[in-house]
């Protein structure tokens, strides 16, 4: 039986989540699975992966074949390296012990780039906002300086005329 690992779309018109499945290549997309091995939300900035990186690996190593998409969610969160290191492990290139060490530092690694962008993308949306109200504060004291010399010429109209009444009653 060939299987695949792909998608099966979720969510609603417009919101879509995806579930990271290992499935029957004859099945329909959204159809019967074998296993889940996962979520996908691509609505989130950065997108919301959930996987069982063993799980994956088990599949791979069993001749699962992965679409595009779900290579490169695969490749992401380290499945596809963990396979690599296993394969060299069977093959007696590396130890148990080293093949875990080698991805424990790549996955610190990669959860300090992800850590950065969600900082920077922060960072971004804090900046934006900070300009936004600065322009904001701009346009209101653009309008509140507008509209004091209209309230100071008709004051001063008003103080005219009430001098000159009361000059006339002298």
Avoid: C
Wanted: proline share 4%; aromatic share 6%.
């Amino acid at each position: 039986m060939p299987v695949k690992i792909r998608l099966q779309r979720h969510g609603k018109k417009g919101k879509p989540y995806f579930w990271i499945v290992a499935a029957d290549s004859r099945a329909k997309r959204d159809g019967k699975y074998l296993e889940k091995l996962g979520a996908y939300n691509p609505n989130t900035n950065p997108a919301t992966i959930d996987l069982d990186v063993d799980g994956a690996v088990k599949w791979l190593e069993n001749g699962a074949q992965p679409t595009d998409t779900a290579r490169a969610i695969l490749s992401y969160k380290g499945a596809l390296l963990k396979k690599h290191l296993a394969g060299g492990v069977k093959k007696g290139a590396l130890t148990e012990e080293q093949a875990e060490a080698k991805f424990n530092a790549w996955m610190e690694e990669k959860a300090a780039k992800i850590q950065a962008k969600a900082d920077g993308l922060t960072k971004a949306e804090a900046d934006a906002k900070a300009k936004a109200l600065e322009a904001e504060k701009a346009i209101n004291e653009a309008r509140i300086a507008a509209a004091a010399p209209e309230v100071v010429e008709e004051v001063s109209e008003e103080v005219a005329e009430e001098t000159t009444a009361s000059n006339e009653e002298e």
